[in-house]
């Protein structure tokens, strides 16, 4: 084998080419590994998709959030309704005036319960509304340092809120459940109506005869109770307003009943039903609200 010279040093001289460099070895282990790894991922993400609980209201559609709504009106009327004030039990509103995202239209369910209290009790009544409401909803009211305004506010479950807003000199104010708005889902009626009531209470048949509308046709609402009973609304429609409401009322109330007694707005205790008398621009409206006891 020939040898070369470099500046004194003899250096050995190849005939051939040097060897060509070894190619590593696919690590087909490795590969396994990564494609075991992103099965395992993407099962883990169809099973939360299909059994975590939604963490955003828009993971829940309006469908599987009325159940929630339901309960949520029913606690609050539970907690509102006792002496020394009258409820109205609302019915059930649906707005489409509303959008999941940006370019996604949704609707908003909303139930209320309309609360009227004797002069200078508001304050007391949202601090024993939010202690009456189930533990779980974490109810609370909230006063200004003036004491002029009162809030309240709970988390009914299933991204449900409930508040309430009001004056101190208020003598009427109306919790709200709202679902927020969510996707919209097949099989809800968007324009419930309320059927016609069957069953007239006997305080509101009085109250009705003391107005002079004793034949007038009346709907029916009602709400589950969180202590498993149906709680009642019937309520008249516009009926013509007498000329003093006061005088055609007063002689069917104890003056201890009597929660709010306004020149057009009457509102009382008949046992354990609930009567609101309310007038605008001549015409009253009748309601009768059997509550959750």
């Not at 040097?18 to 282990?29: F, M």
């Not at 006063?143 to 009162?150: V, Y």
Request: glycine share 8%; proline share 9%; aromatic share 6%.
């Amino acid at each position: 084998m020939p040898a070369c010279h470099h500046d004194g040093v003899t250096l050995p001289a190849y005939p051939y080419p040097p060897p060509a460099p070894v190619q590593p070895k696919r690590r087909w282990w490795l590969v396994g590994i990564v494609a075991t790894w992103i099965v395992v991922v993407a099962g883990l993400a169809v099973w939360s998709v299909r059994h975590d609980p939604p963490s955003v209201p828009e993971q829940r559609n309006i469908k599987q959030a009325l159940p929630y709504l339901e309960r949520a009106t029913g606690a609050m009327l539970a907690a509102a309704d006792v002496d020394g004030q009258a409820v109205v039990l609302g019915d059930l509103v649906f707005d489409r005036d509303c959008r999941v995202t940006p370019v996604r239209a949704g609707v908003q369910a909303v139930r209320d319960v309309i609360v009227h209290v004797r002069a200078g009790q508001v304050g007391a009544a949202f601090d024993a509304i939010a202690a009456g409401l189930p533990a779980a909803y974490h109810g609370r009211a909230r006063h200004s340092p003036q004491g002029t305004r009162h809030d309240l506010y709970a988390d009914a479950g299933g991204f449900v809120a409930i508040d309430a807003t009001a004056r101190t000199d208020d003598t009427a104010f109306t919790l709200i459940a709202s679902t927020g708005c969510r996707p919209l889902a097949d099989g809800v009626d968007l324009s419930p109506a309320d059927p016609p009531a069957t069953n007239l209470p006997a305080a509101y048949q009085k109250a009705a005869d003391a107005v002079g509308a004793s034949a007038a046709a009346a709907t029916e609402r009602q709400v589950s109770c969180p202590n498993g009973r149906t709680a009642s609304a019937v309520v008249s429609g516009d009926l013509p307003e007498p000329a003093n409401l006061g005088k055609a009322l007063e002689r069917l109330v104890p003056t201890t009943a009597v929660v709010q007694a306004d020149p057009h707005d009457w509102a009382y205790r008949d046992g354990d039903v609930s009567i609101v008398v309310s007038g605008v621009d001549g015409k009253v409206q009748v309601a009768a609200t059997a509550g959750c006891g």
